[in-house]
């Protein structure tokens, strides 16, 4: 079972504000992903990471910035936030050993923008 | 375009009866697919998965089929509890590792 740990778990807060949200896994998973998420949809891929110094856009472009310099540890940094900004993100880790195994999620964190 | 789709919204269901929540898929490139679960306020928890190879797996109360010529896979929960109501999340990975999810299904267990 990953432990994976997501702060803050909620954040309200103006436009034009530099924004990070903390990811850290326990588990030494090399894998670990950001997903966006709106009420009713699906997951979105933005951001992933197979390694230290590695990172890739995902599926869904994004406005934010992702670095990992630590294997436990995946940031994501929005320089600016704005309104389009407000949704769930999820950050999740997956061991690449062995085969296929599923990615584990974090809490989240529910961004709104005002 | 959505590559993975299900297309129920919602399901309720009577307490130790069978709930049956189903997902299809267009990427014949996937060969491997997950169902997650997930509470208001958490993050997705892992339930089942099944690889390409198989067409069932099974844990527990949960049985996810898998049936590929159709491109659309299942899962059973049986007996449904009220305790399993949530939103189910249903995935497929390729070759790759990214997962792509459908929209979700809420369920409700009834008591």
């Known amino acids: 079972e990953a432990d994976i740990y997501q702060t803050p778990r909620y954040l309200v807060i103006g436009t034009g504000k530099k924004i990070t949200l903390e990811c850290s896994q326990t588990?030494?998973?090399?894998?670990m992903y950001w997903y966006q998420q709106d009420p009713g949809m699906e997951l979105h891929l933005i951001h992933y990471s197979y390694g230290v110094n590695s990172t890739e856009k995902g599926d869904l472009s994004s406005e934010s910035t992702v670095s990992r310099i630590r294997t436990e540890h995946f940031p994501l940094t929005l320089e600016s936030a704005r309104p389009s900004h407000t949704s769930q993100y999820l950050c999740a880790s997956s061991d690449p050993q062995g085969g296929n195994q599923p990615q584990h999620f974090g809490d989240g964190t529910r961004l709104s923008i005002l | 375009d959505q590559q993975v789709k299900q297309n129920s919204p919602s399901l309720s269901v009577q307490e130790g009866r069978i709930s049956i929540l189903n997902c299809d898929y267009t990427n014949s490139m996937f060969d491997y697919f997950l169902w997650y679960k997930k509470y208001p306020a958490e993050g997705p928890t892992f339930l089942i998965s099944i690889s390409s190879i198989k067409d069932k797996n099974e844990d527990g109360r949960f049985t996810v089929f898998l049936n590929k010529s159709a491109k659309h896979l299942s899962l059973h929960i049986v007996p449904s509890q009220p305790g399993d109501s949530a939103v189910y999340f249903c995935a497929a990975t390729g070759a790759n590792s990214k997962l792509t999810f459908g929209k979700g299904i809420t369920l409700s267990v009834r008591p």
């Open positions: 588990m030494g998973h090399d894998k």
